[in-house]
Structure formats: C-alpha cells, structure tokens
Nanobody, 115 residues
C-alpha cells in the first residue's frame, strides 16, 4: 500500500489560489490513478479531479475551469492547482491512489475559503 502525504492547505480569501501537493511513497507511482477528493461538513465525499497514468484528467463540474490536476512522476507527486476559490470549496481535501483493486488515502488537508 502506498503512503500519501498532502500539503498546501490553508485559509484563503474568495478569489484566491492554493496549490495542494500529495507526495507518494514507493516505486510504482507512475502506474497509479491519482485523485483528489473533498468532504465538507455534513456533506458526502466527492471526487474533485483525477489523473491517469497516461495523463488523462477528469474534473467535477463544479471545479472545471478553476482547478487543474497534474502529476510529476519523477517526484512521485500529484498537484491540485486551485484558482478563483469560492466559499463552497471549503472542505478537507484528501489524496487517493488507485491501482487495480487497491486504494490508498492520505490524511487530508484543510482548505478554508473565507473573507
């Protein structure tokens, strides 16, 4: 199972930007489908974006045009660039790694968008 460590969360004003990072352990990172999920208080967890080993990306409708997911296989890291943040983006963001029938999760990082 791969170990995942997120960083980059924090407090930002509406319209601001943050970049989340997720560092993974092991030598098979390039094979994983990497995803960012979020969960706000009282709401279900939702997929924000994911990226395949080949670089294909998928986004939730609510973040299209504002968020960008990318990966650096040389650094075993996946990123989530978040622009034009809105209060409704406030949540705990967690990194996920999927490979065949296995899945690993990071501990999460809090993102709060507030003036």
């Amino acid at each position: 199972q791969v170990q995942l460590v997120e960083s980059g969360g924090g407090l930002v004003q509406p319209g601001g930007s943050l970049r989340l990072s997720c560092a993974a352990s092991g030598s098979m990172f390039r094979l994983y489908v990497m995803g960012w999920y979020r969960q706000a208080p009282g709401k279900q967890r939702e997929l924000v974006a994911d990226i395949t080993s080949g670089g294909s990306t998928n986004y939730a409708d609510s973040v299209k045009g504002r968020f960008t997911i990318s990966r650096d296989n040389a650094k075993n890291t996946v990123y989530l660039q978040m622009n034009n943040l809105k209060p409704e983006d406030t949540a705990v963001y967690r990194c996920n790694a999927r490979l065949v029938n296995t899945a690993s999760w990071g501990q999460g990082t809090q993102v709060t968008v507030s003036s």
